[in-house]
């Protein structure tokens, strides 16, 4: 089984519903053979490379709250975090652009797979939210991948050039041929679209339905004289 995300690493819901995800995972009797591929998506590809103001800041003057609401935004998205077992200081974040981080994630996945990937993600979102830093920089980046696995000599090349950003540009119009309006969005065996972070029992149940589906049971209309692991019936 195939599960593709797209997400953003600035996207506080996207890390909430990784988490539950991973939770139905703990659980599923057929975890070993599922497949967590992350895909790139861009909550706000005109943010600054440089980033200038707080994510407080930004959200109080795109939704025309004082910043007092905009706290209060992000203390309840900080609340649901927390019941999830994650830590985030979203009064500390800044608004910034995530291009980079997104081309260093497909790298993860060209270096060693799904796993080194997903590690890759988990790091950057860790970085981010719980950490407070700056992963548009580069050399924040630098230090947040090598750690997490990455070849120091390879991310230094593709944060030096455009790299990758074709399949991040890719990514983003695929989810939008599949009708993603926003992020997380989860695509099961290119068949099952899951939008939003969902609880950790929907995402239960879309993998059941969706293993059942992908390996049916035949029925037996018929039964009779056979032979099995024990012997004969004679």
């Known amino acids: 089984m195939k599960i593709e995300i797209w997400s953003d690493v600035v996207c506080p819901w996207c890390y909430i519903g990784k988490r539950r995800l991973e939770k139905a995972l703990a659980d599923f009797a057929h975890a070993d053979e599922v497949d967590v591929h992350w895909r790139s998506y861009q909550l706000d590809p005109g943010a600054p490379t440089r980033p200038t103001e707080s994510t407080s800041v930004m959200l109080a003057r795109k939704y025309g709250q004082s910043p007092e609401g905009a706290r209060q935004m992000q203390d309840r ?3 649901v975090a927390a019941e999830e077992g994650l830590v985030y200081r979203l009064a500390e974040t800044l608004h910034l652009n995530t291009v980079d981080a997104h081309r260093l994630i497909h790298l993860a996945h060209q270096q060693g797979g799904n796993e080194l990937q997903g590690r890759v993600k988990e790091a950057l979102l860790r970085a981010y939210f719980t950490e407070a830093r700056d ?3 580069h050399d924040v980046l630098r230090e947040v991948v090598t750690t997490a696995g990455l070849d120091a000599a390879r991310v230094d090349e593709v944060l030096a050039s455009r790299e990758f950003e074709q399949d991040v540009h890719a990514d983003v119009a695929q989810a939008q041929t ?33 293993w059942s589906e992908s390996h049916p049971r035949i029925e037996v ?11 004969c019936a004679i």
Do not use: I, M
């Open 77 to 79: 998205v900080e609340a």
């Open 135 to 137: 992963v548009a920089d």
């Open 178 to 210: 599949y009708g993603a309006t926003g992020v997380p969005f989860f695509v099961v065996d290119g068949r099952y679209g899951v939008s939003g972070a969902q609880p950790t029992e929907t995402f239960a149940q879309v993998l059941e339905r969706a």
């Open 221 to 231: 209309l018929a039964g009779g004289e056979e032979c099995g692991p024990d012997g």
